[in-house]
């Protein structure tokens, strides 16, 4: 089998039909798998994906919310592709964007990883991947140095493109097909070969940076990681999250990721680093978005 597909599920009912919809609709010319894990919703998924199990479509149901990592290593084991796809599901699958990058991926044998550009609804541009998460870029990403001209060409940022910049200069960065250090879990596609050899997604990272750190270990082998924007999904973002979660568990995130493969004496001055953007974000928000933001911030504060 070419490519399985592996879509974690948390009360985004209506977004997964449409996302498994659009596989089966523009996915021709290759043998797939598509693997739902449903990690224990209450908006009416679990009827509907066992009306939808069947040849194509596989689902794992969870008594509980397991998170991303643990959820899509349900998936992985069980996975018969040469591929496996991690796809979130507030995403549609646009042209022949799985067949052709699969196709470039066994053209090009040292590719382990690869993602395509994400798109809004609008056509927009999203941010997706980066650099590897050490003190220098850190620390630039904490003073939203990351988009300053040229700057960010010399420290290679952890987030390029933050919207909320002062120094934002638009979607250049994602509009440049290359190598990176890690990509996104929202379209991640990578060889069994790779884990394989790697191992599977760290469960002690519950959802965010997890796709960080795997893509570390892949490269520490001899993989190479790539963004492909000549190929490009609508990515609707953030439907299955609220805007807290993801800013908490990526401040929770990064530390583990020093944790496991960071030198022991830089773990403070990450701490330092960390804290100290919380609490430049939550002067800055206070002023410019308001109340909801600092306190987002606030605990982000607690936890660095």
Known sequence: MDLSIIIVNYNTKDLLINCLGSIRKKTKGIEYEIIVIDNASSD????ILKRLEGRDVKVILN??????????NQGIRIAKGRFILLLNSDTKIEDSVLVDMIAFMDKNPRIGIASCALRGKNGSLQATGGY????????????FLDDIPLLD?????????????????????????????????AFFLIRKEVLDEVGLLDEDYFMYTEEVDL??????????????????IVHLGGASSASEFPIISE???????????????????????????????????????GGEYAKTYAKAFQIA
């Open 215 to 232: 893509s570390f270990r892949a490269k520490k082998k001899g993989w190479e990681v790539w963004y492909l924007p000549d190929w490009a």
């Open 44 to 47: 009416g998924s679990v009827g």
């Open 153 to 185: 060409k010399i420290i290679k940022p952890f987030h390029p493109m933050h919207e909320k910049s002062p120094f934002y200069k638009g979607e250049s960065f994602f509009k440049r097909t290359g190598l990176r250090d890690w990509v996104t879990g």
């Open 251 to 289: 401040y929770k995130g990064v530390k583990i990721f020093y944790k496991k493969h960071m030198p022991l004496w830089q773990m403070p001055l990450l701490r330092l680093f960390l804290k100290a953007g919380a609490l430049l974000r939550i002067i800055l928000f206070s002023v410019l978005k």
């Open 63 to 72: 008594r509980q919310n397991l998170g991303f990592a643990k959820a899509n």
């Open 132 to 143: 590897f998460p050490t003190l220098p870029r850190v620390f630039s990403w904490m003073f």
